[in-house]
């Protein structure tokens, strides 16, 4: 994204500035990555000099190997087979795109926890197109990030800082709870799983991005092992779930006698 700082800005904010916009644009050009190629919606093959040039700025520059795995079947409009064998159709054999995969929890966390990912979209005014993907997935959460940190370079070239705050707070806790935790997670699998792809390589990348964001803005999100990925088997605390129906029970619907 080429904008050129304001005149009126002093030197600190203007490189302020241009990191914001720079992560910005490394959180959207990421996301395409990680969108299904089946999705007529998806956005064109991923900008792999975007990309190079956004990290470049952030100070981490991209390491050939992984800008020519980037090159790879990578994209908005890829093999949707390819696809399918590294993310899986069921979550014990793949890796999962979504967050509510990682982690143990009870049964009711999942549920819990998307409410809390859609409340940090809807406090800012998006929220997932209806018949998309859930809330939780790697590209939302990934262009969720790009939203603050446009609005944080707006606010930034405004000079406005208290809307600059609430994009970094809410930056912070999003990391913290949520996309810091899980993607570094996502992208372990990803690497054990096809090391050198494309996917690998953007996955890492993801997971770089977000722990120096959240290491600029001093989160401290507890990063997820690959390995914790677990089915929902756990019961809501005090609660317990039993069937009333033993063997040779008679079932009787609703309504019968």
Same mark, same amino acid.
């Given at each position: 994204m080429a904008v050129s700082a304001a005149p009126s800005l002093s030197r600190?904010?203007?490189?302020?500035?241009?990191?914001?916009?720079a992560r910005a644009d490394a959180y959207r050009i990421l996301a395409v990555a990680f969108r299904d190629p089946d999705d007529r919606d998806a956005e064109g093959d991923l900008d792999v000099a975007g990309l190079r040039s956004a990290v470049a700025a952030l100070g981490s520059p991209l390491t050939p190997p992984r800008a020519r795995a980037l090159r790879r079947p990578c994209r908005a409009r890829g093999d949707p087979a390819e696809h399918r064998a590294i993310f899986g159709?069921?979550?014990?054999h793949?890796?999962?795109?979504?967050?509510?995969?990682?982690?143990?929890?009870?049964?009711?966390?999942?549920?819990?926890?998307l409410g809390d990912i859609r409340g940090f979209y809807e406090a800012f005014g998006v929220r997932p197109r209806s018949g998309g993907e859930r809330p939780d997935h790697a590209a939302y959460e990934l262009e969720f990030l790009a939203l603050l940190a446009l609005k944080e370079a707006i606010a930034l070239a405004?000079?406005?800082?208290?809307?600059?705050?609430i994009c970094r707070d809410a930056a912070a806790q999003f990391l913290t709870e949520h996309a810091g935790r899980w993607l570094p997670a996502m992208a372990g699998r990803i690497a054990s799983r096809v090391p050198g792809s494309g996917y690998a390589a953007a996955a890492a990348v993801a997971a770089a991005v977000v722990a120096a964001h959240a290491s600029e803005l001093?989160?401290? *999100?507890?990063? @997820?092992?690959?390995?914790?990925? /677990?089915?929902?088997?756990?019961? *809501?605390?005090? @609660?317990?779930?039993?069937?009333? /129906?033993?063997?040779g029970a008679d079932v009787v619907p609703p309504g019968g006698d």
């Open positions: 600190s904010a203007a490189h302020e500035l241009d990191r914001a916009l159709h069921t979550v014990a793949g890796c999962p795109p979504y967050e509510t995969e990682y982690g143990r929890r009870h049964v009711f966390g999942q549920s819990q926890e405004a000079g406005d800082d208290e809307r600059r705050g001093r989160a401290t *999100p507890q990063p @997820l092992d690959p390995d914790d990925l /677990v089915p929902i088997t756990e019961e *809501p605390d005090g @609660l317990r779930f039993e069937c009333a /129906v033993t063997d």
